[in-house]
């Protein structure tokens, strides 16, 4: 599949106020809402330009921050799902979240919600999301977004504080009927630290781990930070042909706050500003999306892998630990090694 010309996911980052302080947080969200935040007029033209330019438009993921901060968050839906956007919810666990807002998002037409479970208990998730009793509202909130009939996706944090908890994880997120589970790879950027993520090898073991656990599970499993995965699974099975990874500026871009486009919301390098180009011309014309995309520009192991084509590594570790944008990806055993 190929996602030069148009993008699978778009996340649209609409705040950074969030009333959480999550030690991994990639926004390193705030109390309040920034003065610069696209306004509602001023994301129209990009809602047309999605729904418009591609032959088959992208999934869109509005997130933050914390949505709910966005008194005008039902505007904002409205004006997606009218445009047929696929469109989907990622809120923070907060009291704004409650099941009256679950029911309107329904009847507005959304898709899917996305939480957060960073634990399979309650000490190890409101630890790493810095509020007590995060845990028991969020399982709450997940029955109450499958009880309405939303979609209901599961992310998962991998860091040094979560890893061991994996598989207890997965029997929960099957438990609470999850069509999806995202297990993010930590980066280190924003608030997260290098000693919070794993090494290379630690991460192999978790992909191997998963290539195991996903056949003939009902849910779909997918990563971010750790394309790799299309080797590993490839590896596992070779009879099987690689699968092609959706990951930074191929397959996936990332709308900030106040309009700036980057190739993820973990890599903090920007392609343009939807404010002065649209967001269709971002995606195809930009040189650093275009570079991304492209693995010939890749250096090191990476750029002689075999499955370069398929993965191509994480660009936004390389980045975050390297400052180098086609550097090898410290994360995977192969390039590391």
């Known amino acids: 599949m190929s996602y030069d010309d148009a993008p699978h996911v778009v996340t649209w980052e609409l705040t950074r106020a969030c009333q959480l302080h999550c030690r991994h947080c990639r926004a390193q969200a705030i109390p309040r809402r920034h003065p610069q935040e696209l306004t509602l007029d001023d994301m129209l033209p990009v809602l047309d330009d999605l729904a418009t330019q591609f032959e088959r438009p992208p999934i869109l993921v509005f997130t933050g921050g914390d949505p709910l901060e966005r008194p005008d968050l039902e505007a904002i839906i409205g004006q997606a799902v009218s445009r047929r956007l696929i469109t989907a919810l990622a809120p923070s666990v907060t009291p704004r979240l409650t099941p009256l807002v679950l029911q309107q998002w329904h009847d507005l037409g959304v898709h899917s919600v996305s939480l957060s479970l960073d634990g399979a208990d309650a000490p190890t998730h409101d630890k ?8 028991v509202r969020t399982v709450e909130m997940a029955h109450e977004v499958v009880r309405r009939g939303l979609a209901l996706q599961i992310n998962t944090s991998v860091s ?11 029997k929960l997120v099957e438990a609470l009927g999850a069509q999806s589970w995202e297990l993010f790879f930590v980066i280190p950027t ?13 991460i192999e073991e978790v992909l191997r781990w998963l290539t195991r656990f996903q056949p003939h599970r009902p849910m779909r499993v997918t990563t971010v930070g750790a394309p790799q995965w299309a080797r590993v699974r490839h590896e596992a099975n070779p009879l099987e042909p690689p699968r092609v990874v959706a ?5 996936f871009a990332f709308i900030d706050h106040v ?11 920007s392609g343009g500003n939807v404010r002065r180009t649209p967001f269709s011309a971002i995606y195809r014309h930009s040189p650093l999306f275009q570079q991304l995309r492209d693995p010939d520009h890749l250096n090191g192991p990476c750029g002689h892998c075999a499955y370069r084509h398929e993965c191509g590594g994480s660009r936004a570790r390389a980045y975050a630990v390297t400052q180098n944008l086609v550097a090898s990806d410290p994360g995977c055993l192969r390039a590391s090694g």
């Open 128 to 135: 790493f999301r810095g509020v007590r009793n995060t845990f």
């Open 160 to 170: 040094r504080q979560t890893v061991e908890q994996i598989p207890a994880m997965a």
């Open 190 to 202: 924003g608030r997260a630290r290098l000693q919070d993520t794993l090494g290379s090898q630690e």
């Open 247 to 251: 990951r930074e500026a191929r397959g």
């Open 259 to 269: 309009g700036e486009v980057y190739p993820s919301g973990y890599l903090p390098v």
